[in-house]
Nanobody, 126 residues
């Protein structure tokens, strides 16, 4: 199995920044080392939505329209860790943020996510 553990969440004021991390571990962690990774988020009463994704080499990144220019995804394959830098936060981004391991090397698609993390809460106060 593979475990994805998010960290870095917590209360932040509007306009502030936050850095999330997701560390992958487990007996089969190597099975996802060549896979794309990503972040999704889910607010109460809403569907889980795509936030950002990164290819296995880190050369290609994708972002949801609402976070372009404010969020940056990166990864360190030597550490089996993916990061999400979030800036200029506003209350609308309040959600539980989930790390995800995709099944392809290039992109993460919600319907085919291989592994999910447990999520970390990011409440943004106004």
């Amino acid at each position: 199995q593979v475990q994805l553990v998010e960290s870095g969440g917590g209360l932040v004021q509007a306009g502030g920044s936050l850095n999330l991390s997701c560390a992958a571990s487990g007996r089969y962690v190597r099975t996802i080392s060549n896979n794309a990774m990503g972040w999704f988020r889910q607010s109460p009463g809403k569907e889980r939505e795509f936030v950002a994704g990164i290819s296995w080499k880190g050369s290609d990144t994708q972002y949801g329209d609402s976070v372009k220019g404010r969020f940056t995804i990166s990864r360190d394959n030597a550490k089996n860790t993916v990061y999400l830098q979030m800036t200029h936060l506003d209350p609308e981004v309040t959600a539980v943020y989930y790390c995800a391991a995709g099944r392809s090397s290039s992109a993460v698609v919600r319907s085919t996510v291989h592994y999910w993390g447990q999520g970390t809460q990011v409440p943004v106060s106004s």
